[in-house]
């Protein structure tokens, strides 16, 4: 029995998401609109939604007044350079308990999974003095490092939960085959490795991107990625809505774009695979 | 075929990742719990005495404790509640047969994206001033005072910025349950007379209970540490109305420089975290069995 579902209800379901789903992401998109306006437009009484002279002098000025590309360039460093660094330490990990488990694996994971739950200020006040003593301070070495360490157990679990999704017959069958172990990982394994791979690699960039605990304590001016840069528009910067608007939307455009493409990816990697 | 050999090739490949998470678990908690026994001011050079729980005393008997761990409380529950509830209906909606359902989607899921830091400065300048911000303009349209959000209400202004950013992945967790939810019991119910809230009582909200307790385990783990949005909007003010703990932590310790003081204070919130990380790692234990 297909349900048939009335024209006029799914209209107005329809009317109703969409109002709702355009209120949650207004903040958003008006940020977007206010980064083409002039400073005048951009606090103008009433509020201009659309019809304004929009212009991009806001985007140039950010960039002239204050370096952002090189907070970007941090971010991106930061970000994926932890992410890589991450997965080359969490692969060989991940790959060894899914494919020769043991009695104590579970407990393992269940252990890293727990280090991720210590919160950061248990570690804050070491890590700080540790930093300033051995010059790390400000640096984008010292932030790639807790970068790895915070995401690891992300890292691992993911890649968990997707290489034990390989089936395990297909390794013997390659085997009887006749195949050695470098050929059983190159041609059998790894293709059906990277799907996995490249979901993480997605997610923990995205975490690292936005993780602003870290990066705002551990920063000051060179190595500060945009999280911390944008901190410094609190006051009385922020007050200028136009180059607040567009310094915003540069450091979130990337990131929406890749974390549009990782929805699912998402809820797994969140959930340390319990709801998939 | 797990011989000797691959078991210990199994026990190498996984030596880097534990012994790193060991070292990271375990160096900066020693260091803290040791610093907390320490009378340690950044701004008084020479000997750190050992004061034994002097620290915990003083961080204990503090009113701005009780104010902090009050905040978190209603932070983390405050945050919860808004998220479960719009996350339940949200994902109900969504899940209906309507026009356009992918791009609905992605507007809901947006603020996900969006880094703490700017998501508090768009909230606080754009939306919150009192001046110039939209509800000010709206306050006014509709001859209504403006109203100072975050220096009347700074808490429930910070709660509501990070309900924004969390309300994407409660709806996306619980739309991702209720997609696996049988059709044909649905029909069932709806043969022998359900109706649409027992429906809903019987039928989903059991079916959802894995996904909203993964929710709420979560999120509460990342609430009790929110920092950034505190330190942007309102930096723990007026007085410590919108200070948690995390953010009485880090202003002991990096605005007062009371290191002793701040790792007393580090370890109550660790000893407040474990608390809630125990059933977390309870119930996914169990989840990973089924």
Excluded: C
């Excluded at chain 2, 619980?174 to 022998?192: I, K, P, R, V, Y």
């Excluded at chain 2, 993964?214 to 003010?237: H, R, Y």
């Amino acid at each position: 029995m297909a349900r048939s579902v009335s024209t006029r209800r799914k209209v107005i379901v329809s009317v109703v998401a969409w109002a709702l789903g355009l209120l949650i992401f207004f903040p958003i998109l008006w940020t977007f609109i206010t980064s083409f306006k002039s400073e005048g437009d951009a606090v103008a009484s009433p509020p201009l939604f659309l019809f304004f002279h929009w212009t991009t002098e806001n985007y140039v000025e950010v960039q002239s007044r204050s370096d952002y590309f090189l907070h970007f360039s941090n971010s991106v460093i930061i970000a994926v350079g932890s992410t890589i660094l991450g997965l080359i330490i969490a692969v060989p990990a991940a790959w060894a308990m899914a494919f020769s488990p043991t009695k104590r694996t579970k407990d393992v994971l269940m252990w890293m999974l727990s280090t991720k739950m210590m919160p950061p200020v248990g570690a804050l006040i070491p890590i700080y003095l540790l930093f300033q003593a051995t010059g790390l301070l400000d640096s984008r070495i010292g932030l790639v490092a807790v970068m790895t360490l915070i995401n690891l157990p992300i890292i691992v679990w993911m890649l968990y939960t997707y290489f034990k999704e390989i089936p395990g017959e297909i390794l013997e069958a390659a085997r009887m085959d006749g195949a050695s172990l470098m050929k059983e990982i190159i041609y059998v394994l790894t293709p059906m490795a990277v799907p996995g791979i490249a979901s993480t690699l997605l997610l923990n960039v995205i975490l690292a991107w936005n993780e602003a605990f870290w990066t705002l304590n551990l920063t000051a001016s060179q190595a500060a990625p945009l999280t911390a840069f944008i901190a410094s528009y609190s006051s009385p910067e922020g007050l200028f809505y136009a180059k607040l608007s567009a310094a915003s939307t540069m450091a979130i455009a990337p990131i929406l774009i890749l974390g549009w493409f990782s929805q699912k990816q998402l809820v797994r990697g969140l959930t340390f695979g319990a709801v998939k | 075929m797990a011989t000797l050999q691959t078991r210990s090739a199994a026990r190498l490949m996984m030596t880097p990742s534990v012994v790193l998470l060991l070292l990271w678990s375990l160096v900066p908690l020693a260091m803290t719990i040791y610093f907390s026994t320490l009378n340690y001011n950044l701004l008084m050079p020479g000997e750190h005495p050992f004061v034994g729980f002097d620290n915990y005393y003083y961080f204990l008997t503090d009113p701005a404790f009780f104010t902090a761990l009050f905040n978190t409380l209603l932070l983390v529950g405050g945050a919860l509640l808004i998220t479960i509830v719009g996350g339940i209906a949200f994902a109900l909606l969504l899940n209906q047969p309507m026009f356009g359902q992918g791009i609905v989607r992605i507007l809901v899921i947006a603020p996900f994206f969006v880094m703490p830091t700017v998501a508090a400065l768009i909230w606080k300048n754009m939306f919150m001033n009192p001046v110039n911000g939209l509800f000010a303009y709206a306050a006014k349209a509709v001859g209504l005072e403006p109203f100072d959000f975050l220096a009347n209400a700074p808490l429930a202004s910070v709660i509501v910025i990070v309900a924004w950013q969390w309300l994407p992945f409660a709806t996306l967790i619980m739309l991702t349950a209720l997609q696996s939810l049988d059709e044909e019991q649905q029909e069932a119910a709806e043969m022998d007379g359900a109706g649409l809230v027992s429906k809903f009582i019987y039928i989903v909200l059991p079916h959802m209970a894995r996904a909203i307790t993964v929710v709420i385990l979560i999120e509460t783990i990342f609430l009790l540490s929110v920092f950034a949005e505190i330190l942007v909007t309102t930096n723990g003010g007026p007085g410590t109305d919108s200070t948690n703990l995390t953010y009485l932590v880090y202003s002991q310790a990096l605005l007062q420089f009371d290191i002793g003081g701040a790792s007393a204070g580090g370890i109550v919130a660790v000893v407040l975290a474990n608390i809630v990380a125990i059933f977390l790692v309870r119930i996914v234990g169990k989840n990973l069995e089924a």
